[in-house]
């Protein structure tokens, strides 16, 4: 399905900074920023990533920090107060 379609069922651009410790060096952190289309406030396909990280690596989730956006928003959408006309 295209990304297009996928917004206009309720999925927004989701941002994820994630935080997680470093497997040789666990007071260390490092940070990875994921990003995708997921649905909010649920975020299954975030929830599913994570879920993944922890089964599959090593290193040891932190914290994460969730920013979602719609597809319109009212910094995109502006009404133009002029009408021209072109011959």
């Known amino acids: 399905?295209?990304?297009f379609a996928l917004r206009l069922q309720g999925y927004r651009l989701t941002t994820a900074e994630i935080l997680y410790r470093m497997p040789d060096h666990p007071d260390?952190?490092?940070t990875f920023i994921w990003q995708e289309l997921d649905i909010a406030?649920?975020?299954p396909v975030l929830n599913k990533f994570l879920h993944?990280?922890?089964i599959s690596l090593e290193g040891k989730l932190h914290s994460v920090r969730?920013?979602?956006r719609g597809?319109?928003?009212d910094a995109e959408l502006k009404m133009a107060g002029k009408e021209f006309t072109l011959h």
């Open 66 to 68: 969730v920013a979602a």
């Open 1 to 3: 399905m295209s990304q």
């Open 41 to 43: 406030p649920r975020f």
């Open 28 to 30: 260390l952190l490092q």
């Open 52 to 54: 993944f990280w922890e």
């Open 71 to 73: 597809l319109i928003s």
